[in-house]
């Protein structure tokens, strides 16, 4: 018996059909350090939102 796919799949699906970018926010990744997606201020590895512009990946 085949599984039906999930309604978010179907709707994530269909936005990345139409150019959305789908995937959950995370860090960038610069050498040794975490880099803020938003204004790519470089952090520790123990960084939980950018000391910058407070943005942190939605968990």
Not at 40 to 59: G, I, K, M, N, Y
Request: aromatic share 8%; hydrophobic share 30%.
């Amino acid at each position: 018996m085949a599984s039906a796919p999930r309604e978010d799949d179907v709707f994530d699906e269909f936005l990345a059909q139409r150019g959305h970018e789908v995937e959950l926010p995370r860090w960038d990744e610069s050498y040794n350090k975490k880099q803020c997606p938003e204004c790519c201020a470089l952090h520790d590895r123990s960084a939980t939102e950018c000391s910058v512009c407070s943005w942190s990946p939605v968990a």
